[in-house]
Structure formats: C-alpha cells, structure tokens
C-alpha cells in the first residue's frame, strides 16, 4: 500500500468535508495526533476505523486503498490490484525466527508427527547446519554467556552424559574435554550420527550414538545418566511433555537436564528499519513449515510456560531459568540481531533436577 498517497488522499478529502484533524478524530474516536500520523504517511488505519473513514469522506474503501478517486473504468482493475497488494502486506506479517534469521514466509500447518520428522531429518542431513549454523558448547547461543563461565552442567569429571539432538558432535567433545567417563549422543538424523561418529572418532573420543527421534522409547538406559543436555536440540520435539518424561527416564536420582533453546520472545519479534516490532503473537504456538533456500522446517513456537509447565508434569524441578546476555557481544556485533539482543533475551536455558 502507498501509504503517503493515501495519507494525501485523506487529508484532501477531510479538508473537501471542512473537517479539522481534531473534528475528524473526534468524529473517529481516535486522537489528532493518529490522523496527522496518517495523513504524513506513517501509518495506515486500523481495520475497526476503515469503515467510519470511508462514510465521513464519501469514498469507498477501494478508493481508500488506491489513494484516490476513482473512476467506473478503472475501478476493477485497482479493486484487483489492491487485493494483490493486502495478499502481499498479510504475507509480510506471517514472519517467523530461527536462530537470528527472519524467514520471509511461512505457512501455518496441521502437526503431523511423520511429516515432521521426515522434513527436518532432510534439513538436518542436507544443508541444515551450513543453513542455521553450529551452535556447540561451551556456546548456549549467540550472546548467551558461555557454559565455561556459568558451569550450569557442574563439574563433569568421570559423569555419564547424554546429549539430544547431538548435530555434528561438537558439543560431546566439549564434554569429553571436561572430563566426562561416558559419552552418548542421540539425534534423528543419521548423516548427523555419522558426522559425530567420524568427527569423534578423528578426536580418539568413544560415544554411543543413538539414531532415534527424542520423542520416541529407543533403548536408552533407565536411571544412568549423571545429565542429560541439549543445545538448540529440544525444540525440535513434536511431544515436549514425551520427551522430558523419557529424558526424565534415562537420569539417575539427583541428576541435572539442562538446555538451551531460541527464547519465543525473540521469535515473536522482528528489526524493520532499525526497530524492533512485534511480528508473531507470544501465544501463538501453532506448528508452521518454512522455507529455508531448497529445503524446508517445520517448527512450533513454545511458550516459556509451555517448557517449565511441562518440565514440571514430567517430575522435574526446575533450578535455574536463564535469561541472559553477554551486553559486551551484542554490542560488538554491530547487526540487528545483537541491537535486538540489547532488548530482549534471544536464547533461554533451563537447568531442572531429577529429585
Ligand atoms: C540445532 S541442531 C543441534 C545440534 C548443535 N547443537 C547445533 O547447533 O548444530 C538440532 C539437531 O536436532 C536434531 N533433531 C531434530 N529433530 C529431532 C528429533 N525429533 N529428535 C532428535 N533429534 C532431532 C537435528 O537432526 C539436529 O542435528
């Protein structure tokens, strides 16, 4: 929509009525200052004023939109055109974030489970962590403080751990560099398995690896891990509440489930222009399919609730819920994404116990 045509076309047309903007507001409900807002050209109307508008100017809304008076001849035609262009501005707003990039279009789905799996184990075994990046300890994600300086998974010296989602390995071998006795990784790709294994076994680090959803009963040992964690990994899950009862499962009695995942604050809100505008609903927790260049995700927004309700109905508690940010990093960046992450938190970690 060209927004300063039609903020000329109201203020002719309030004028043509001998209408003042406070006259005109009053007559809206709305204050001068919104009128003047949008007769400069910096803003549109609300849906709910779109109507009242068009009655006290004598125009119809097609004529609202094309920013002008319009003939029999050309009225279709712009009818068409305007439609087009709303299509395209609703398009715009259905935006979603994954890690610090803002995908263009997504389409909200019905979650169906095989579907799932089957779209993001083709990410993952394809173009997956060339196309979001690797995020590995001692990094929870980008500007979170390091695992080095918050030591959430405690001392790991002669620990059995067991990583979700474990990608490439990187992540293990930080764990094994910290002294951990026993290492295992789980993750519903095998191309990932096998970058772990080979990249682990460059390394001379044994791991058990397991090629399995994390949502699924795949023979992990009951109460055996000392922690259980997980990096940009649980997610991914089409069963939260399934899979912190089986991670809850594999933990011995006092031992420590940590993991980081994107914060759905950060997901909700997107840089235009320098400012941070609300571009999702929080509460918006339905599964979408995005495009990421030839392939595909499917990924739902979880609520901060929806995580620690679920930790909770699993037997967990919960410790710690980290919302922090390494101020010195974002800054550095000099990017939208850490002007962003001055703002608000762009990562969350939770570090719950098995009791
Ligand atoms: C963001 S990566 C996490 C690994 C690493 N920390 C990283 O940043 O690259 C997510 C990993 O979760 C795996 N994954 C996705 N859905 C999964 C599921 N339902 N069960 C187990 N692993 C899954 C993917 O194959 C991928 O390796």
Same mark, same amino acid.
């Given at each position: 929509?060209?927004?300063?045509?039609?903020?000329?076309?109201?203020?002719?047309?309030?004028?043509?009525?001998?209408?003042?903007?406070?006259?005109?507001?009053?007559?809206?409900?709305?204050?001068?200052?919104?009128?003047?807002?949008?007769?400069?050209?910096?803003?549109?109307?609300?849906?709910?004023?779109?109507?009242?508008?068009?009655?006290?100017?004598?125009?119809?809304?097609?004529?609202?939109?094309?920013?002008?008076?319009?003939?029999?001849?050309?009225?279709?035609?712009?009818?068409?055109?305007?439609?087009?262009?709303?299509?395209?501005?609703?398009?715009?707003?259905?935006?979603?974030?994954?890690?610090?990039?803002?995908?263009?279009?997504?389409?909200?789905?019905?979650?169906?489970?095989?579907?799932?799996?089957?779209?993001?184990?083709?990410?993952?075994?394809?173009?997956?962590?060339?196309?979001?990046?690797?995020?590995?300890?001692?990094?929870?994600?980008?500007?979170?403080?390091?695992?080095?300086?918050?030591?959430?998974?405690? *001392?790991?010296? @002669? &620990?059995?751990?067991?990583?979700?989602?474990?990608?490439?390995?990187?992540?293990?071998?930080?764990? !094994? %560099? =910290?002294?951990?006795?026993?290492?295992?990784?789980?993750?519903?790709?095998?191309?990932?398995?096998?970058?772990?294994?080979?990249?682990?076994?460059?390394?001379?680090?044994?791991?058990?690896?397991?090629?399995?959803?994390?949502?699924?009963?795949?023979?992990?040992?009951?109460?055996?891990?000392?922690?259980?964690?997980?990096?940009?990994?649980?997610?991914?899950?089409?069963?939260?509440?399934?899979?912190?009862?089986?991670?809850?499962?594999?933990?011995?009695?006092?031992?420590?489930?940590?993991?980081?995942?994107?914060?759905?604050?950060?997901?909700?809100?997107?840089?235009?222009?320098?400012?941070?505008?609300?571009?999702?609903?929080?509460?918006?927790?339905?599964?979408?399919?995005? *495009?990421?260049? @030839? &392939?595909?995700?499917?990924?739902?927004?979880?609520?901060?609730?929806?995580?620690?309700?679920?930790? !909770? %109905? =699993?037997?967990?508690?919960?410790?710690?819920?980290?919302?922090?940010?390494?101020?010195?990093?974002?800054?550095?960046?000099?990017?939208?994404?850490?002007?962003?992450?001055?703002?608000?938190?762009?990562?969350?970690?939770?570090?719950?116990?098995?009791?």
């Amino acid at each position: 929509m060209n927004q300063v045509k039609i903020g000329r076309f109201i203020a002719e047309r309030r004028k043509q009525q001998n209408l003042t903007q406070r006259e005109f507001a009053d007559a809206l409900g709305v204050s001068d200052k919104t009128v003047s807002k949008w007769e400069c050209g910096n803003g549109m109307p609300e849906l709910s004023s779109i109507q009242p508008i068009c009655k006290i100017l004598k125009i119809d809304v097609n004529e609202l939109f094309s920013g002008e008076k319009l003939t029999d001849a050309d009225y279709k035609k712009k009818a068409e055109e305007n439609m087009m262009k709303l299509i395209k501005e609703a398009e715009k707003m259905k935006k979603n974030i994954v890690g610090g990039n803002v995908l263009g279009c997504v389409d909200n789905v019905e979650m169906n489970v095989c579907e799932v799996h089957k779209t993001n184990t083709e990410f993952w075994s394809t173009i997956g962590s060339e196309c979001l990046g690797v995020t590995a300890l001692p990094s929870w994600g980008n500007f979170f403080p390091s695992e080095d300086k918050l030591n959430l998974l405690g *001392d790991l010296t @002669d &620990k059995k751990v067991l990583e979700i989602g474990c990608g490439n390995g990187r992540s293990l071998k930080y764990t !094994a %560099d =910290s002294g951990a006795a026993e290492l295992w990784g789980l993750d519903i790709s095998a191309n990932q398995i096998e970058c772990t294994k080979s990249f682990l076994q460059d390394q001379g680090i044994n791991a058990k690896l397991i090629c399995s959803s994390m949502e699924d009963e795949c023979g992990l040992p009951a109460d055996y891990f000392d922690v259980v964690y997980s990096v940009y990994g649980i997610g991914w899950t089409t069963d939260l509440n399934k899979t912190f009862k089986n991670i809850y499962s594999y933990l011995k009695k006092g031992g420590v489930f940590v993991f980081g995942w994107s914060h759905p604050i950060h997901k909700c809100v997107s840089v235009e222009d320098g400012r941070l505008i609300f571009s999702n609903s929080y509460f918006n927790e339905e599964w979408y399919r995005a *495009d990421m260049g @030839d &392939k595909e995700i499917m990924l739902s927004n979880r609520m901060l609730s929806t995580y620690i309700n679920a930790l !909770a %109905d =699993s037997g967990f508690m919960i410790e710690k819920l980290l919302e922090e940010i390494d101020r010195e990093k974002a800054m550095a960046a000099d990017s939208d994404f850490g002007k962003k992450a001055l703002m608000l938190p762009t990562v969350f970690v939770i570090r719950a116990r098995k009791l």
